[in-house]
């Protein structure tokens, strides 16, 4: 069994920043790239950021430069720095993983249960 568990989220004022950690545990053979997306109220969900295990990352347009996402191999876990934030970042924020489990030949998507940011004054 794979687990994906997200804390961090809460209420924030306009302007503030949170950070947002997810660890994966497990039966965990290999994790592979490792993301975070987020799904407002009435939206799709929407890709915000990926990691992969060299280090290499990618940013949805509408967060460079207020998102930073991390990762720490060893712990199995990805962090989002989230700076900036306006009410148009209130989402659940999902993490995710590409895992090889222990005896097993390929990897799966593997989704956190997510945790609410709400920006707001």
């Not at 876990?77 to 934030?85: A, P």
Request: net charge neutral; aromatic share 8%.
């Amino acid at each position: 069994q794979v687990q994906l568990v997200e804390v961090g989220g809460g209420l924030v004022q306009p302007g503030g920043s949170l950070r947002l950690s997810c660890t994966a545990s497990g039966n965990i053979f290999s994790i592979y790239i490792m993301g975070w997306s987020r799904q407002a109220p009435g939206k799709q969900r929407e890709l915000v950021a990926t990691i992969t295990s060299g280090g290499n990352t990618n940013y949805a347009d509408s967060v460079k430069g207020r998102f930073t996402i991390y990762r720490d191999n060893v712990k199995k876990t990805v962090d989002l720095q989230i700076d900036s934030l306006t009410p148009e970042d209130t989402a659940v924020y999902y993490c995710n993983a590409d895992i090889k489990r222990i005896g097993e030949s390929l990897p799966q998507s593997y989704w956190g249960q997510g945790t609410q940011v709400t920006v707001s004054s």
